[in-house]
């Protein structure tokens, strides 16, 4: 497999196939949604960036701006990879083998729709399990267990970055998951909450033009875009 790397990330190159195909290597893996906000974060945050770039986990090019981040760096990704799109692919395998998913985070109502309307589009799918990401992670012994009990093959944490990235370093080896992933606001687009942008501006790199048309409290989080270009930018002339 082919990584491009950036500012001392190594950044899934291949294909979303080539991903799915490479997941299965792994024992557990934590999949990582590296859009430039997390990754610039990640630069500021010693804990978060040895998350990042422990040998478990798997940084995909999550966005138009880590796809230019890999071309100014001379080492360009082979496609952009949205963090949604793995999940499905995630739920679609999970589902046709039989296997369990586990969903973490949101509010309760959210994560409730989400459950139910994966269920709806998935009717072999096996949901083990949901709970609202109003808790201390840090004494939350009860999801914990029911984790264990239901053995998932998968969990998905939509707590938003950093808390969902804490959640998992502090869980990944206690629990039997194979699959981690922090999936953001994915449940809201599950639930029916929110809609992601039309397939052309997808296409064409401009769902994140979509999303704070939506939701113009985002444009501050922009911010971290040119931040984290004129970062790889430096990196290259230094």
């Not at 880590?66 to 395998?93: F, H, N, Q, Y």
């Not at 804490?166 to 206690?174: A, G, H, V």
């Not at 999303?211 to 922009?222: A, D, H, Y």
């Amino acid at each position: 497999m082919r990584f491009s790397k950036i500012l001392g990330y190594s950044i899934f190159a291949g294909s979303k196939a080539q991903l799915f195909d490479y997941l299965d290597t792994f024992d557990k893996v934590n999949v990582v949604s590296g859009n430039p906000e997390v990754l610039y974060n990640g630069m500021n945050d010693s804990e978060l960036y040895s998350i990042f770039t422990g040998r478990s986990s798997v940084i995909i090019p999550d966005g138009v701006g880590t796809v230019l981040a890999s071309k100014l760096a001379g080492d360009p990704v082979e496609e952009k990879i949205a963090g949604i799109e793995v999940m499905e692919g995630i739920i679609e395998r999970c589902e046709k083998e039989g296997q369990g998913i586990y969903l973490l985070g949101a509010k309760e109502e959210v994560v409730a729709a989400c459950a139910e309307n994966l269920k709806l589009k998935h009717p072999g799918l096996r949901i083990a399990g949901w709970h609202n990401g109003y808790f201390d992670i840090d004494n939350c012994g009860d999801i914990i267990s029911e984790i264990k009990e239901k053995k998932p093959r998968a969990i998905f944490v939509a707590m938003g970055s950093p808390r969902q990235d804490r959640f998992i370093l502090k869980y990944m080896d206690e629990l039997p998951c194979r699959i981690f992933m922090g999936v953001g606001g994915s449940f809201d687009v599950f639930s029916g909450n929110v809609q992601r942008a039309p397939r052309w501006m997808i296409n064409i790199g401009m769902e994140w033009l979509y999303r704070v048309s939506r939701e113009p409290w985002r444009l501050k989080r922009l911010s971290s875009i040119p931040k984290f270009l004129t970062a790889v930018l430096l990196h290259r002339e230094g």
